[in-house]
Structure formats: C-alpha cells, structure tokens
C-alpha cells in the first residue's frame, strides 16, 4: 500500500498501483495474497535484500519517494490483552500482527520478538535527515507503534531534528483499538516511547468529542511550542478515511505555526481556516490556550 501510495500519476504508474495491490479471488492457494506480497517476497529471495527488494518494486511503480523497513530482520509482535476471560481475568499474550490487529480483548502494550532487533540503516539516516516525521494515521498497536519498539530507530525519532507531528485515526479500529478515545491513543503512544516529544498532534475536530481532554493528554507529550491542531480532514462523515488535500492542508496549516513560533514568535496571526482550537506548551513546559474559533 505504502509503495502504491508513492507509484507515479501516469498510466503506468496508476496500472502497476493497481496491480500490486490485487488480491487474488477463489478458493486456490493464492486465494487472498496480494500481488505486491508476492512479487516483494521472491525478490527478497532473489536479492537476499528486502531493501532492495523494496527499490526495484519502487522502480517498476516510478515512485516518488522510497519505501523502507524498519528492520532487515523478520520480527514478530506480541501483545498483553486483558478482557479475554479466564482464570481471574488475567491478561492473555498473544502473538502475531493478524491476532494483535483482530482480538476481541483489549491491548494493553506490545512488544517484538526477537528483543532489541536492529535497525534498517537506511530507514535511520532517512529519520535522521528528514524535515517532517508524522506518526500515524494507521493500525495504532501494529502499524505505528512497532517503530518506536526498535531501538536504534526509536532514538533516531527522538533525536531527528525534524518536525514530529502525531495524526490521529479518525475511529477507533475494530478489535485493536476499540473504544479508544484520540486522547487514550496518545496515552499509550506516551507510555511506549515517554522520552518522545512531539511537535503537534493534528486531529480531526468531529472525531474529537471532548477536545479539552485532547489537550490535557497531549501537553505531556509536547515539546516546547507545539501545538495540538483540530480540523477537518475527513472524506466523509460517515467513513473513517482522511481526504488526502484536507490533510495536506492541515499538515501545511500545522507546519507554518510551527515556523511562526521558531521564527518570528507566535504572532497568533498565523493560523488555518479550518483551525478549531488549540494548545501550546511554552518554554517553560506550562499550557496556555488559544483562542477557538
């Protein structure tokens, strides 16, 4: 998906975008695999390198950008899930991305396996040199938070001197995230890297029900001057997908702010159409608000 996402906008690109991300149908043994899956996993065999594996599929796509892994090695997640039942209502373990991502428990923390894996030194320099790192949207237990789960790539996050801007899903997902408020996804974003410290946490305003507790969370997790920003960035109402201009014109609207304060200070001038509200930690670590409108 991540290759698709960056393949070029012309026909070739839009052809092989679709491609990669067909699944076969029937009831065969390729039933359900997707063609991008299989085609990575030969190279990978082929090549003895997923990052290059990665990159030749980049150049069939001609993608805009590079796809990284965070790891070269295969890793597995584990999760500790409460709610499953048994003895004392003691929480359960499991493991794999299908079971993290599907069970019907809560999850409370994850984790990898095997410990401390090491890093994908391109995916580090790329951290390393980037003007802006956003941490989500996506599948919170298994798609955002493994990343601050492998160490070296955990302290390239920390220590980039990029902007970091969280964005927030605009739902909770079904099994992994159910009956998560956005402030409890920022809580246990907190409790699994807490030396992490970001710049903004972008939301959107209708999938925010008590912006006020957005704002008491994410204060402990803001780095001086960062701001908690509320617009709308939602397709649709009713369906849980971000419209790709409406985010990029919050992304735009958040990174402006963001110079204003480094640079001429905050005027309070600079501010997005879509802007609701918002708050900002000054320098000496207190929240202070801005106006609503």
């Not at 070296?152 to 964005?167: H, M």
Request: with cysteine; glycine share 10%.
């Amino acid at each position: 998906m991540a290759l698709a996402a960056l393949a070029a906008d012309d026909p070739a690109g839009r052809r092989w975008a679709t491609v990669v991300q067909h699944r076969f149908g029937g009831t065969g043994a390729l039933a359900g695999h997707a063609v991008g899956n299989l085609l990575l996993a030969g190279l990978m065999d082929v090549l003895g390198d997923p990052v290059a594996a990665l990159d030749e599929v980049g150049r069939l796509l001609g993608l805009r950008g590079r796809v990284l892994p965070m790891s070269c090695e295969p890793l597995d997640i584990e999760a500790e899930v409460s709610g499953l039942g048994g003895a004392g209502d003691a929480p359960h373990r499991i493991r794999g991305q299908v079971a993290v991502a599907s069970t019907p428990g809560r999850v409370e923390r994850v984790w990898l396996r095997p410990d401390l894996p090491k890093a994908c030194p391109e995916a580090v320099a790329a951290v390393q040199q980037a003007d802006v790192l956003l941490l989500g949207p996506g599948s919170w237990f298994t798609s955002v938070l493994p990343h601050l789960l492998v160490p070296e790539l955990r302290d390239a996050l920390v220590t980039s001197p990029a902007r970091r801007i969280v964005v927030l899903n605009l739902a909770p997902e079904p099994g992994e995230t159910a009956g998560f408020s956005p402030e409890q996804h920022l809580a246990v974003l907190a409790q699994h890297a807490p030396e992490l410290r970001v710049d903004a946490v972008l939301a959107d305003v209708d999938a925010v029900p008590v912006p006020d507790r957005l704002h008491r969370v994410a204060a402990g997790m803001l780095a001086p001057g960062g701001l908690v920003h509320l617009a709308r960035v939602a397709a649709d109402p009713s369906v849980p997908r971000h419209d790709p201009g409406a985010l990029a014109d919050a992304l735009a609207a958040v990174l402006g702010q963001l110079d204003a304060r480094t640079g001429a200070g905050d005027t309070g001038s600079d501010r997005s159409s879509q802007a609701v509200g918002e708050s900002v930690v000054d320098a000496a670590g207190r929240r202070r608000y801005e106006p609503w409108r």
